[in-house]
T-cell receptor, first 115, second 113 residues
């Protein structure tokens, strides 16, 4: 079984400050990991993914995440927050083996950016 | 390049009724997954369809059923609606060689009264 824990249901940062959204996962097999962003009344947009290649993954809009197996973490960072980054962010895990196709999501972290 | 499309955008039903939601996958994708997102929660996996068959199912009752057509589009059917079925229903598409890399549509907001 797999699960995701996102620490902090709500994070506030000032415009221009570092963004750090935390994600810890549990998986019995090597995982695939994803970060999605959801703007109000919209679907989910894929920000970045880890699929067993480089442990530091770069995504769209200057977001990046680092896979740390020893810490079972996949935290999302961005050096400088923009007002347009205000949204809800979801971390998701999937098993890498054949026969497992579902994504298991965390409960989400709502990011607010203060001008 | 058309992304994932879903219809309708919003839907209001009463308890006990049945509903059908529709999804067209992103161009080039042949696999469709459905998720339920309750208010304030992350999406939960309902099932995935590939080659017109249900390939994997999450922890949802049999009231939830689906179908995939030869053109890869898909329907989600929910029978005997309950108040607790009110949610945003998200469709995601992917390619058979990367079934976990899923691209989501805008969703259908279902309200059950």
């Amino acid at each position: 079984a797999q699960s995701v824990t996102q620490l902090g249901s709500h994070v506030s940062v000032s415009e221009g400050a570092l963004v750090l959204l935390r994600c810890n996962y549990s998986s019995s097999v090597p995982p695939y990991l994803f970060w999605y962003v959801q703007y109000p009344n919209q679907g989910l947009q894929l920000l970045l993914k880890y699929t067993s290649a480089a442990t530091l993954v770069k995504g769209i809009n200057d977001f990046e995440a680092e896979f740390k197996k020893s810490e079972t973490s996949f935290h999302l960072t961005k050096p400088s927050a923009h007002m347009s980054d205000a949204a809800e962010y979801f971390c998701a895990v999937s098993e890498s083996g054949a026969g497992s196709y579902q994504l298991t999501f965390g409960k989400g972290t709502k990011l607010s950016v203060i001008p | 390049d058309a992304g994932v499309t879903q219809s309708p955008t919003h839907l209001i039903k009463t308890r006990g009724q049945q509903v059908t939601l529709r999804c067209s996958p992103k161009s080039g994708h042949d696999t469709v997954s459905w998720y339920q997102q309750a208010l304030g929660q992350g999406p939960q996996f309902i099932f995935q369809y590939y080659e017109e068959e249900e390939r994997q199912r999450g922890n949802f009752p049999d009231r939830f059923s689906g179908h995939q057509f030869p053109n890869y589009s898909s329907e989600l059917n929910v029978n005997a609606l309950l108040l607790g079925d009110s949610a945003l229903y998200l469709c995601a598409s992917s390619f058979r060689d990367a079934p976990n890399e899923q691209f989501f549509g805008p969703g259908t907001r279902l309200t059950v009264l």
